[in-house]
Nanobody
Framework: QVQLVESGGGLVQAGGSLRLSCAAS??????????MGWYRQAPGKQRELVAS???????NYADSLEGRFTISRDNAKRLVYLQMNSLKPEDTAVYYC????????WGQGTQVTVSS
């Protein structure tokens, strides 16, 4: 059973940085070939795909991020990262690590709060 556990969220001032981590376990096939991503959900808003990364390292980002976030992975450690720089109050949300291939699997989420 695939399990994803996020960490690294917290409270940060606008302009600051945070790095989220996602520890993956339980993959029947190699984690290294799986496409992984980060979603976020702000209060009263729909979930938004923030970034994704394929097993080969190709990345995609939401246009709204303006290049402030970077997704990466360490296949040997089964970790996925989201480096978030120049954070804005509108980045406040619960961030979820997701295995994007069917069936999708979600972590429990980690709260990121950016104060102005």
């Amino acid at each position: 059973q695939v399990q994803l556990v996020e960490s690294g969220g917290g409270l940060v001032q606008a302009g600051g940085s945070l790095r989220l981590s996602c520890a993956a376990s339980g993959f029947r096939l190699s984690f290294s070939v799986r496409t992984m991503g980060w979603y976020r959900q702000a209060p009263g808003k729909q979930r938004e795909l923030v970034a994704s990364i394929t097993g080969g390292g190709s990345t995609n980002y939401a246009d709204s991020l303006e290049g402030r976030f970077t997704i990466s992975r360490d296949n040997a450690k089964r970790l996925v990262y989201l480096q978030m720089n120049s954070l804005k109050p509108e980045d406040t949300a619960v961030y979820y690590c997701v295995k994007l291939e069917q069936p999708p699997t979600w972590g429990q989420g980690t709260q990121v709060t950016v104060s102005s």
